[in-house]
Protein backbone atom coordinates (compact mmCIF):
# COMPACT_ATOMS: atom_id res chain seq x y z
CA UNK A 1 0.00 0.00 0.00
CA UNK A 2 1.53 3.54 -1.12
CA UNK A 3 1.98 5.93 1.65
CA UNK A 4 -0.76 8.28 -0.40
CA UNK A 5 -3.25 5.56 0.32
CA UNK A 6 -2.49 4.99 3.90
CA UNK A 7 -2.85 8.57 5.12
CA UNK A 8 -5.73 8.88 2.71
CA UNK A 9 -8.70 9.94 5.08
CA UNK A 10 -6.38 10.36 7.97
CA UNK A 11 -7.25 13.85 10.24
CA UNK A 12 -5.50 16.57 9.32
CA UNK A 13 -2.92 17.77 12.05
CA UNK A 14 -1.90 20.93 13.16
CA UNK A 15 1.49 22.06 14.35
CA UNK A 16 1.43 25.27 16.49
CA UNK A 17 4.82 26.64 17.54
CA UNK A 18 5.93 29.35 19.62
CA UNK A 19 9.22 30.00 21.24
CA UNK A 20 7.61 30.20 24.82
CA UNK A 21 5.38 27.05 26.23
CA UNK A 22 3.12 27.58 29.48
CA UNK A 23 1.76 24.71 30.86
CA UNK A 24 -0.73 25.87 33.23
CA UNK A 25 0.35 24.68 36.28
CA UNK A 26 2.16 27.95 37.94
CA UNK A 27 6.32 26.99 37.25
CA UNK A 28 6.44 24.95 33.83
CA UNK A 29 7.79 26.60 30.57
CA UNK A 30 9.20 25.10 27.95
CA UNK A 31 11.43 26.68 25.37
CA UNK A 32 11.37 25.76 21.40
CA UNK A 33 8.84 23.43 21.89
CA UNK A 34 5.04 23.15 19.73
CA UNK A 35 2.18 21.21 20.10
CA UNK A 36 0.37 19.33 17.39
CA UNK A 37 -3.43 18.75 17.38
CA UNK A 38 -5.67 16.37 16.42
CA UNK A 39 -9.94 15.49 16.96
CA UNK A 40 -9.86 18.91 18.94
CA UNK A 41 -7.38 17.22 21.73
CA UNK A 42 -3.47 17.87 21.35
CA UNK A 43 -2.01 14.41 20.30
CA UNK A 44 1.69 15.40 20.90
CA UNK A 45 4.15 18.17 22.56
CA UNK A 46 7.60 18.09 20.97
CA UNK A 47 10.40 19.60 19.12
CA UNK A 48 8.85 21.56 16.20
CA UNK A 49 11.21 19.73 13.21
CA UNK A 50 10.34 16.86 15.10
CA UNK A 51 6.57 17.21 15.09
CA UNK A 52 7.08 18.41 11.45
CA UNK A 53 8.69 14.80 10.26
CA UNK A 54 6.42 12.46 12.48
CA UNK A 55 3.59 14.26 10.74
CA UNK A 56 3.42 14.88 7.19
CA UNK A 57 0.05 16.23 6.83
CA UNK A 58 0.13 18.74 8.55
CA UNK A 59 -0.58 22.73 8.69
CA UNK A 60 2.54 24.47 10.27
CA UNK A 61 1.45 27.66 12.48
CA UNK A 62 4.60 29.45 13.80
CA UNK A 63 4.77 32.14 15.38
CA UNK A 64 8.34 32.78 16.39
CA UNK A 65 9.08 34.78 19.31
CA UNK A 66 5.44 34.10 20.97
CA UNK A 67 4.01 32.02 24.36
CA UNK A 68 1.58 29.46 23.88
CA UNK A 69 -0.33 28.93 26.79
CA UNK A 70 -4.32 27.03 27.66
CA UNK A 71 -7.05 29.34 26.87
CA UNK A 72 -7.97 31.11 29.72
CA UNK A 73 -11.10 30.49 32.27
CA UNK A 74 -12.71 34.22 33.39
CA UNK A 75 -14.21 32.40 37.07
CA UNK A 76 -16.31 35.36 37.05
CA UNK A 77 -18.70 37.18 34.65
CA UNK A 78 -22.36 37.94 34.12
CA UNK A 79 -22.74 37.16 30.09
CA UNK A 80 -26.24 38.43 30.05
CA UNK A 81 -26.25 41.08 32.80
CA UNK A 82 -28.46 44.09 30.60
CA UNK A 83 -30.14 45.81 33.47
CA UNK A 84 -26.93 48.66 33.49
CA UNK A 85 -27.71 49.64 29.68
CA UNK A 86 -29.23 52.92 29.59
CA UNK A 87 -32.16 51.81 27.62
CA UNK A 88 -32.54 48.96 29.44
CA UNK A 89 -36.53 48.94 29.19
CA UNK A 90 -35.86 48.02 25.32
CA UNK A 91 -34.08 44.70 26.27
CA UNK A 92 -36.61 42.05 26.40
CA UNK A 93 -35.33 38.30 26.35
CA UNK A 94 -34.84 38.07 22.86
CA UNK A 95 -32.28 40.80 22.94
CA UNK A 96 -30.78 39.95 26.16
CA UNK A 97 -29.84 36.71 24.33
CA UNK A 98 -28.49 38.56 21.77
CA UNK A 99 -26.48 41.00 23.48
CA UNK A 100 -25.16 37.80 25.98
CA UNK A 101 -23.95 35.83 22.54
CA UNK A 102 -21.84 38.55 21.65
CA UNK A 103 -20.45 39.22 25.33
CA UNK A 104 -19.55 35.71 25.43
CA UNK A 105 -17.83 35.61 21.76
CA UNK A 106 -16.20 38.71 22.87
CA UNK A 107 -14.05 36.66 24.90
CA UNK A 108 -12.00 34.93 22.34
CA UNK A 109 -10.16 38.01 21.77
CA UNK A 110 -9.17 37.69 25.19
CA UNK A 111 -7.96 34.41 24.99
CA UNK A 112 -10.76 33.18 26.95
CA UNK A 113 -11.94 29.84 26.31
CA UNK A 114 -14.16 29.18 29.01
CA UNK A 115 -16.23 30.77 31.86
CA UNK A 116 -18.17 30.64 34.88
CA UNK A 117 -21.32 32.13 34.65
CA UNK A 118 -22.59 33.62 38.44
CA UNK A 119 -25.87 35.13 37.38
CA UNK A 120 -27.93 35.70 34.20
CA UNK A 121 -30.97 35.35 33.43
CA UNK A 122 -32.98 32.07 34.02
CA UNK A 123 -32.04 29.36 31.62
CA UNK A 124 -30.23 31.79 29.78
CA UNK A 125 -27.02 30.10 30.06
CA UNK A 126 -28.26 27.09 29.40
CA UNK A 127 -29.76 28.30 26.22
CA UNK A 128 -26.90 29.12 24.79
CA UNK A 129 -24.88 25.85 25.63
CA UNK A 130 -27.39 23.60 23.69
CA UNK A 131 -27.51 26.38 21.03
CA UNK A 132 -23.69 25.56 20.46
CA UNK A 133 -23.92 21.70 21.39
CA UNK A 134 -26.30 22.11 18.18
CA UNK A 135 -23.70 24.10 16.00
CA UNK A 136 -25.66 26.92 15.53
CA UNK A 137 -22.89 29.67 17.52
CA UNK A 138 -19.56 29.22 18.51
CA UNK A 139 -18.75 30.41 22.38
CA UNK A 140 -16.34 29.76 25.19
CA UNK A 141 -17.45 26.57 26.99
CA UNK A 142 -20.14 28.04 29.82
CA UNK A 143 -20.05 26.66 33.35
CA UNK A 144 -23.07 28.05 35.17
CA UNK A 145 -25.33 28.73 37.92
CA UNK A 146 -29.40 29.28 37.05
CA UNK A 147 -30.57 32.23 39.49
CA UNK A 148 -28.66 34.10 42.25
CA UNK A 149 -30.07 33.57 45.44
CA UNK A 150 -30.97 36.35 47.64
CA UNK A 151 -33.12 37.12 50.93
CA UNK A 152 -36.44 39.29 50.24
CA UNK A 153 -34.62 42.77 49.29
CA UNK A 154 -31.58 41.59 49.62
CA UNK A 155 -28.22 42.44 47.53
CA UNK A 156 -29.42 41.89 43.93
CA UNK A 157 -33.58 41.92 44.33
CA UNK A 158 -33.55 44.34 41.71
CA UNK A 159 -31.43 42.51 39.57
CA UNK A 160 -34.29 39.68 39.15
CA UNK A 161 -31.58 37.49 41.74
CA UNK A 162 -34.45 35.13 43.12
CA UNK A 163 -36.01 36.37 47.04
CA UNK A 164 -35.88 33.62 49.13
CA UNK A 165 -35.98 32.84 52.95
CA UNK A 166 -35.91 30.33 55.48
CA UNK A 167 -33.82 27.01 55.15
CA UNK A 168 -36.76 25.15 53.38
CA UNK A 169 -37.96 27.59 50.86
CA UNK A 170 -33.58 27.92 50.05
CA UNK A 171 -33.87 24.13 49.63
CA UNK A 172 -36.66 24.30 47.50
CA UNK A 173 -35.09 27.16 45.37
CA UNK A 174 -31.91 24.55 44.60
CA UNK A 175 -34.29 21.90 43.65
CA UNK A 176 -35.65 24.13 41.24
CA UNK A 177 -32.61 25.08 39.85
CA UNK A 178 -30.91 21.87 39.59
CA UNK A 179 -33.91 20.12 37.66
CA UNK A 180 -33.50 23.51 35.06
CA UNK A 181 -30.15 22.81 34.41
CA UNK A 182 -27.95 24.71 36.57
CA UNK A 183 -24.27 23.45 37.19
CA UNK A 184 -23.51 25.51 40.11
CA UNK A 185 -25.68 27.31 42.54
CA UNK A 186 -24.88 31.07 43.71
CA UNK A 187 -26.16 33.24 46.69
CA UNK A 188 -25.60 36.43 47.58
CA UNK A 189 -25.52 37.70 51.52
CA UNK A 190 -23.48 41.41 51.88
CA UNK A 191 -23.56 44.33 49.67
CA UNK A 192 -21.34 47.22 50.54
CA UNK A 193 -22.17 47.37 55.06
CA UNK A 194 -21.46 44.99 57.85
CA UNK A 195 -25.00 43.40 58.35
CA UNK A 196 -25.12 39.82 57.21
CA UNK A 197 -27.84 39.07 55.34
CA UNK A 198 -28.83 35.29 55.32
CA UNK A 199 -28.52 33.91 58.75
CA UNK A 200 -26.16 30.55 59.21
CA UNK A 201 -28.74 28.80 59.60
CA UNK A 202 -30.10 29.57 56.40
CA UNK A 203 -26.13 29.37 55.10
CA UNK A 204 -25.69 26.12 56.41
CA UNK A 205 -28.89 24.71 54.80
CA UNK A 206 -28.01 26.37 51.21
CA UNK A 207 -24.22 24.75 51.47
CA UNK A 208 -25.51 21.58 52.87
CA UNK A 209 -28.40 20.82 49.82
CA UNK A 210 -25.87 21.53 47.20
CA UNK A 211 -23.38 18.78 48.49
CA UNK A 212 -26.09 16.75 49.13
CA UNK A 213 -27.12 16.97 45.64
CA UNK A 214 -23.13 16.58 44.31
CA UNK A 215 -23.45 20.36 42.93
CA UNK A 216 -20.87 22.97 43.66
CA UNK A 217 -21.85 26.61 45.67
CA UNK A 218 -20.21 29.95 45.47
CA UNK A 219 -21.30 33.06 47.77
CA UNK A 220 -21.07 36.38 47.53
CA UNK A 221 -19.49 37.48 50.48
CA UNK A 222 -17.45 40.57 50.89
CA UNK A 223 -17.91 41.92 54.49
CA UNK A 224 -17.51 40.60 57.81
CA UNK A 225 -19.51 39.03 59.50
CA UNK A 226 -20.55 37.68 56.37
CA UNK A 227 -17.23 36.09 55.41
CA UNK A 228 -17.23 34.07 58.27
CA UNK A 229 -20.53 32.37 58.43
CA UNK A 230 -19.53 31.36 54.86
CA UNK A 231 -16.47 30.13 55.72
CA UNK A 232 -18.70 28.22 58.52
CA UNK A 233 -21.15 27.23 56.13
CA UNK A 234 -18.73 25.33 53.77
CA UNK A 235 -19.46 26.69 50.85
CA UNK A 236 -16.89 26.22 47.54
CA UNK A 237 -16.05 29.29 46.48
CA UNK A 238 -15.42 33.09 48.11
CA UNK A 239 -16.78 35.60 45.84
CA UNK A 240 -15.06 38.72 46.45
CA UNK A 241 -14.08 38.20 49.71
CA UNK A 242 -13.09 41.89 49.99
CA UNK A 243 -12.37 42.65 53.71
CA UNK A 244 -10.98 38.56 54.36
CA UNK A 245 -8.63 38.00 56.97
CA UNK A 246 -4.87 36.34 56.80
CA UNK A 247 -6.82 33.99 59.60
CA UNK A 248 -10.14 33.04 57.28
CA UNK A 249 -7.27 32.56 54.25
CA UNK A 250 -5.72 29.96 56.15
CA UNK A 251 -9.19 28.41 57.15
CA UNK A 252 -10.04 28.83 53.05
CA UNK A 253 -7.03 26.99 52.33
CA UNK A 254 -7.24 24.42 55.32
CA UNK A 255 -10.78 23.69 54.02
CA UNK A 256 -10.86 23.91 50.45
CA UNK A 257 -12.44 26.94 49.83
CA UNK A 258 -11.46 29.05 46.75
CA UNK A 259 -11.01 32.54 46.51
CA UNK A 260 -11.99 34.34 43.49
CA UNK A 261 -11.16 38.26 44.27
CA UNK A 262 -11.97 40.02 41.26
CA UNK A 263 -10.08 42.61 42.19
CA UNK A 264 -10.38 44.46 38.59
CA UNK A 265 -14.06 44.82 39.32
CA UNK A 266 -13.67 47.11 42.47
CA UNK A 267 -10.39 49.25 41.59
CA UNK A 268 -13.07 49.97 38.25
CA UNK A 269 -15.53 51.27 40.85
CA UNK A 270 -13.16 53.06 42.74
CA UNK A 271 -11.29 54.69 39.89
CA UNK A 272 -14.52 55.58 37.89
CA UNK A 273 -16.43 56.75 41.42
CA UNK A 274 -13.39 58.75 42.37
CA UNK A 275 -13.14 60.83 38.62
CA UNK A 276 -16.90 61.57 38.80
CA UNK A 277 -17.04 62.77 41.74
CA UNK A 278 -13.64 64.97 41.16
CA UNK A 279 -14.61 65.93 37.35
CA UNK A 280 -18.24 65.75 37.77
CA UNK A 281 -19.19 66.50 41.04
CA UNK A 282 -21.51 63.18 41.80
CA UNK A 283 -23.78 64.39 38.83
CA UNK A 284 -26.29 61.57 37.57
CA UNK A 285 -24.71 59.00 34.92
CA UNK A 286 -26.31 57.18 32.19
CA UNK A 287 -25.74 54.03 33.84
CA UNK A 288 -28.52 52.96 36.11
CA UNK A 289 -26.18 50.64 38.06
CA UNK A 290 -23.08 53.06 38.24
CA UNK A 291 -25.55 55.42 39.59
CA UNK A 292 -26.70 53.61 42.58
CA UNK A 293 -23.06 52.70 43.51
CA UNK A 294 -22.03 56.11 43.37
CA UNK A 295 -24.19 56.49 47.21
CA UNK A 296 -21.71 54.05 47.58
CA UNK A 297 -18.43 55.80 46.42
CA UNK A 298 -16.54 55.73 49.99
CA UNK A 299 -16.96 51.92 50.18
CA UNK A 300 -14.70 50.92 46.89
CA UNK A 301 -11.24 53.10 48.23
CA UNK A 302 -10.52 50.85 51.57
CA UNK A 303 -11.46 47.82 49.10
CA UNK A 304 -9.32 48.65 46.57
CA UNK A 305 -6.87 49.14 49.02
CA UNK A 306 -7.25 45.89 51.13
CA UNK A 307 -6.79 43.78 47.57
CA UNK A 308 -3.56 45.90 47.01
CA UNK A 309 -2.48 45.95 50.34
CA UNK A 310 -3.01 41.68 51.33
CA UNK A 311 -3.35 39.68 47.67
CA UNK A 312 0.26 38.72 47.94
CA UNK A 313 0.23 37.47 52.06
CA UNK A 314 -3.32 35.76 51.41
CA UNK A 315 -2.42 33.94 48.20
CA UNK A 316 1.11 33.10 50.13
CA UNK A 317 -1.60 30.50 52.23
CA UNK A 318 -2.12 28.20 49.57
CA UNK A 319 -5.46 29.22 49.15
CA UNK A 320 -6.68 28.97 45.65
CA UNK A 321 -7.05 32.04 43.47
CA UNK A 322 -9.40 32.06 41.06
CA UNK A 323 -9.24 34.74 38.26
CA UNK A 324 -12.71 36.74 37.98
CA UNK A 325 -13.73 39.93 36.54
CA UNK A 326 -17.46 40.38 37.11
CA UNK A 327 -17.79 43.82 35.29
CA UNK A 328 -21.78 44.72 34.45
CA UNK A 329 -21.01 48.81 34.65
CA UNK A 330 -21.68 49.86 31.79
CA UNK A 331 -19.30 51.24 29.45
CA UNK A 332 -16.39 48.98 31.48
CA UNK A 333 -14.31 46.82 29.43
CA UNK A 334 -15.84 43.33 28.77
CA UNK A 335 -14.21 40.47 30.49
CA UNK A 336 -10.91 42.42 31.14
CA UNK A 337 -9.26 39.12 32.28
CA UNK A 338 -5.48 40.15 31.03
CA UNK A 339 -5.51 43.20 33.21
CA UNK A 340 -6.81 41.06 36.45
CA UNK A 341 -3.91 38.84 36.12
CA UNK A 342 -2.26 41.92 35.87
CA UNK A 343 -3.20 43.37 39.08
CA UNK A 344 -2.15 39.70 40.60
CA UNK A 345 1.58 40.53 39.54
CA UNK A 346 1.55 43.85 40.20
CA UNK A 347 0.52 43.30 43.88
CA UNK A 348 3.42 40.26 44.27
CA UNK A 349 2.69 37.18 42.37
CA UNK A 350 4.79 35.86 39.62
CA UNK A 351 3.04 35.73 35.37
CA UNK A 352 3.26 31.92 35.70
CA UNK A 353 1.13 32.37 39.13
CA UNK A 354 -1.26 34.34 37.86
CA UNK A 355 -1.80 32.36 34.07
CA UNK A 356 -2.49 29.72 36.57
CA UNK A 357 -5.18 31.53 38.19
CA UNK A 358 -6.99 31.61 34.78
CA UNK A 359 -6.03 28.19 33.39
CA UNK A 360 -5.24 24.90 36.06
CA UNK A 361 -6.97 26.12 38.98
CA UNK A 362 -10.11 26.58 37.35
CA UNK A 363 -10.22 23.26 35.93
CA UNK A 364 -9.87 21.92 39.30
CA UNK A 365 -12.33 23.78 41.08
CA UNK A 366 -14.80 23.22 37.84
CA UNK A 367 -13.76 18.84 37.88
CA UNK A 368 -12.69 19.60 34.70
CA UNK A 369 -8.71 19.16 35.07
CA UNK A 370 -8.72 16.02 32.77
CA UNK A 371 -9.99 17.77 30.37
CA UNK A 372 -8.67 21.29 30.01
CA UNK A 373 -6.93 23.95 31.99
CA UNK A 374 -3.11 22.44 31.15
CA UNK A 375 -0.96 22.20 27.80
CA UNK A 376 -0.92 18.17 28.38
CA UNK A 377 -1.40 15.37 26.09
CA UNK A 378 -5.43 14.15 25.57
CA UNK A 379 -6.19 17.10 26.89
CA UNK A 380 -8.92 19.67 24.80
CA UNK A 381 -7.09 21.56 22.27
CA UNK A 382 -7.93 25.17 24.15
CA UNK A 383 -5.13 27.29 23.34
CA UNK A 384 -3.95 30.80 23.09
CA UNK A 385 -0.83 32.36 21.40
CA UNK A 386 0.03 35.64 22.41
CA UNK A 387 3.64 37.92 21.38
CA UNK A 388 6.59 37.90 23.50
CA UNK A 389 7.50 36.15 26.58
CA UNK A 390 4.65 35.78 28.60
CA UNK A 391 6.05 33.84 31.49
CA UNK A 392 8.32 37.42 32.15
CA UNK A 393 5.71 39.98 31.24
CA UNK A 394 2.10 39.66 32.13
CA UNK A 395 1.17 42.76 29.78
CA UNK A 396 1.90 39.97 26.62
CA UNK A 397 -1.75 38.69 27.21
CA UNK A 398 -3.06 41.98 25.64
CA UNK A 399 -1.62 40.97 22.35
CA UNK A 400 -3.90 37.78 21.24
CA UNK A 401 -2.38 36.62 18.61
CA UNK A 402 -4.56 33.00 17.95
CA UNK A 403 -6.93 31.11 20.04
CA UNK A 404 -8.31 27.95 19.27
CA UNK A 405 -11.71 26.26 21.52
CA UNK A 406 -11.40 22.21 21.00
CA UNK A 407 -9.23 22.32 18.07
CA UNK A 408 -11.49 25.11 16.09
CA UNK A 409 -9.85 28.53 15.54
CA UNK A 410 -11.91 30.87 16.99
CA UNK A 411 -9.92 34.34 16.89
CA UNK A 412 -6.63 34.71 14.38
CA UNK A 413 -4.74 37.94 13.41
CA UNK A 414 -7.85 40.11 14.91
CA UNK A 415 -10.86 38.19 13.43
CA UNK A 416 -13.25 36.33 14.99
CA UNK A 417 -14.20 33.03 13.65
CA UNK A 418 -17.48 31.86 15.35
CA UNK A 419 -18.86 30.42 12.39
CA UNK A 420 -19.19 26.66 12.09
CA UNK A 421 -16.51 25.24 9.13
CA UNK A 422 -13.11 26.76 10.95
CA UNK A 423 -12.08 23.50 12.36
CA UNK A 424 -8.09 22.72 11.32
CA UNK A 425 -9.18 18.82 10.82
Known amino acids: MSHETKNKGRN ?193 AAADECHRRGIKCGIHAGTQPGIQMSIDAGFDTIEHGTFLTYEQVQQMAEKGIAWTPTIMAYTYLYEITKKNLEENAGKPVNDPVMQKEMANWEYFEPAYKAYRDNFKKFYDTGVTVLAGTDMVVYGSPLLPLPRELQYMVEYGITPLQAIQTATSNPAKVLGFENQRGLIKEGLDADLLVVSGDASKDITCLNDVKFVTLGGKRVFENGIRYVGTANTFM
Not at 39 to 63: C, H, M, Q, S, W
Not at 100 to 127: N, P, W, Y
Request: net charge negative; with cysteine; hydrophobic share 40%.
Open 12 to 204: KIIIICAKHLITGDGKTVLEDKAVAVENGTIRKIGPKEALIAEFPEKEVKDYGDATLLPGLCDMHVHLGYWFSQPDSFNYNDQLITLFALQHAQAAFERGITSVRDMTSARKLCATLNLAAEKGFITIPRITHVDNGMCMTGGHGWDDDIAQVDGPWEIRKEIRRQVRDGAQWIKILTTHRSSIPEYTQEELN
